[in-house]
Nanobody, 130 residues
């Protein structure tokens, strides 16, 4: 079983910044595709950003130009730098990881979780106040 542990959430004012971190704690797991998914209660999940093992990234249109995803393969970790935060960014943010990185994207990670082929952390709350 792969354990993903997120940190870095919190409350920030409109226009502020936060950095989320996620570490995959396992001895042998190598995540070809890692990323972040967010969800607001009662709404559909949104694939925020993804990054494959070669560093190729994807972003949701809603966060392009404001969020930056990065990873440290040696630490099996992924990060999300969130700048110019808006109240509509308020959500629970989940780290996700999958072995298969061929079609790495936020949407892929959501579908992979539904199929049971991706892992997800417990989530960290991000609240942006106006």
């Amino acid at each position: 079983h792969v354990q993903l542990v997120e940190s870095g959430g919190g409350s920030v004012q409109d226009g502020g910044s936060l950095r989320l971190s996620c570490a995959a704690r396992t001895g042998t797991f190598r995540s070809a595709c890692m990323g972040w998914i967010r969800q607001v209660s009662g709404k559909e999940r949104e694939g925020v950003a993804s990054i494959d093992s070669d560093g190729e990234t994807t972003y949701a249109d809603s966060v392009k130009g404001r969020f930056i995803i990065s990873r440290d393969n040696a630490k099996n970790s992924v990060y999300l730098q969130m700048n110019s935060l808006k109240p509509e960014d308020t959500a629970m943010y989940f780290c996700a990881a999958a072995h298969d990185g061929r079609y790495c994207s936020g949407g892929y990670l959501i579908r992979a979780q539904e199929r049971g082929t991706a892992y997800r952390g417990q989530g960290t709350q991000v609240t942006v106040t106006s």
